[in-house]
């Protein structure tokens, strides 16, 4: 019984620290990414909140886990038993959809590039943006910078791109643009190129953390199960 208890409240502090970790990578990629995934124009929840929602949530039931298994609360260590059940379900199922809808997510940001393209110099936010991504990945244009020339801040420019094109400053804004002055790389080329190398493992990570939870599922249930009808306020007679 105290071997049963103290492994559970060993899980649940890995679950809440996991809850934590979470919390953290969620603000990092609200404030870091925020701007990037605003390019996307797919319909997909945004990643930071749901890293930011699921990670408050397993810190609170993270600690309510560990007291209901240091109290031997049967009522707790069932509702635990619970959220945990729903956090496999939850991470089965994101870790499989990051594998089957990546092709749509790709289009949906290739869909996001092109749409900034045409207002670009309108709005600000994603003309920022736009430039933000084009430094970081060191790419111009959707599939390259052509894509400029066509769009309407480049005709109103007689054919020029964005500096964030630009690998050095002088001699990059000709008309027409120098090409060996130029990012080479498309940002939709760069952008699949990233995911399509790491998606693989997030939804790995997802799988093993969903199937981690059964070790906490069938603690839980276990302890509840032998918890003393004493503690349950039952009296028993003979």
Same mark, same amino acid.
């Given at each position: 019984?105290?071997?049963l ?9 890995v ?5 934590l ?5 969620g603000?990092?990629?609200k404030?870091?990414l925020?701007s990037?995934l605003a390019?996307s ?5 945004s ?9 408050v949530?397993?810190?609170? $039931?993270g600690?309510l886990?560990?007291?209901?298994a ?8 069932r ?12 991470g ?7 594998l089957l809808?990546?092709q ?8 996001g ?15 920022d ?12 244009g ?9 769009s309407? $801040? ?25 090409a060996?002055r ?6 939709f ?6 995911v399509?190398s ?5 939804a ?5 953390l ?5 070790v906490?599922i069938?603690l ?18 003979r």
């Open positions: 019984m105290t071997l208890k103290l492994s559970l409240m060993a899980f649940s502090f679950f809440w620290a996991a809850g970790t979470m919390l953290i990578i603000l990092w990629a404030v870091s925020g990037y390019l124009a797919s319909a997909y929840p990643a930071p909140a749901i890293l930011l929602a699921t990670g949530a397993v810190i609170i $039931w600690f886990g560990c007291f209901g240091a109290t031997e609360h049967r009522g707790l260590l509702a635990y038993s619970a959220f945990l059940a729903a956090v496999l379900a939850a089965l199922a994101a870790g499989l959809s990051a809808y990546r749509s997510l790709a289009r949906g940001f290739q869909e590039l092109r749409r900034a393209l045409l207002a670009y110099g309108e709005d600000d936010g994603v003309a943006a736009l430039d933000a991504l084009q430094r970081a990945l060191s790419c111009c959707v599939e390259s910078y052509r894509d400029w020339l066509a309407p $801040w480049g005709l109103e420019q007689n054919g020029s791109v964005p500096l964030s094109c630009c690998r050095a400053r002088r001699g990059c804004q000709r008309r027409p643009p120098d060996r130029l990012h080479r790389d498309g940002c080329g760069s952008v699949s190129a990233f399509g790491n998606m693989l493992c997030v790995t990570a997802a799988l093993g969903a199937l981690l939870q059964l906490g069938v839980a249930c276990l302890l509840a199960a032998r918890v003393p009808a004493h503690l349950l306020g039952i009296t028993t007679t």
